[in-house]
């Protein structure tokens, strides 16, 4: 039998194509203590003028709690639970592409969020993020678009957050 790193099934929808061909979006990532830190953020991202047409917030189900997360068109955005069967609390995100890949990779089997974003990201960087989310921390996943995005996303996310930022490809679940 073959040595392999994924411990469940890979996303049927992608069978055959290589990680590199597969539909993606690219985000920057920021990790925050507090709600009133993430709002710093956002208020400067579209200072620099970052479109924010799509991030997502990754944290415990806790975190939300009595928040309403305001998407840039004064939108509510819906909260996501997902319960990883490996997860000591409750892991939720706002609804978005990254909420829609996590699913996806928890109904093929992730048993935590470390193996759900293993798919896209080094084991590093995944098992990272989930400590910091398990520590009860707030990720804020900025969609980029291009360089001149990327560039100032990632300024904005190294002014405000707590360590360093990354810039991570997440592919899409069923082509979208």
């Known amino acids: 039998m073959a040595k392999t790193t994924e411990p469940f099934a890979p996303l049927s929808s992608h069978a055959g194509l290589p990680l590199t061909e597969q539909p993606k979006l690219r985000f920057a990532v920021g990790t925050f203590e507090t709600w009133p830190q993430v709002r710093e953020a956002l208020h400067d991202l579209r200072v620099r003028g970052v479109v924010l047409d799509c991030f997502n917030c ?3 189900k806790r975190a939300f709690s009595g928040k309403t997360i305001v998407a840039p068109k004064q939108e509510p955005l819906s909260v996501q639970a997902l319960p990883f069967p490996d997860s000591a609390e409750l892991i939720a995100c706002t609804a978005g592409p990254l909420a829609d890949s996590l699913k996806a990779r928890l109904d093929s089997g992730a048993s935590n969020l470390k193996h759900a974003l293993g ?14 989310v398990q520590a009860g921390r707030i990720l804020l996943w900025i969609r980029v678009v291009d360089g001149d995005d990327e560039r100032s996303a ?18 899409l679940p069923g082509g979208k």
């Open 119 to 132: 798919l896209w990201l080094i084991p590093r960087h995944a098992a990272h993020f989930q400590d910091a």
């Open 154 to 171: 990632c300024q904005s996310l190294l002014a405000h957050s707590l360590n360093s930022v990354g810039v991570h490809d997440l592919v």
């Open 58 to 60: 990754l944290a415990l």
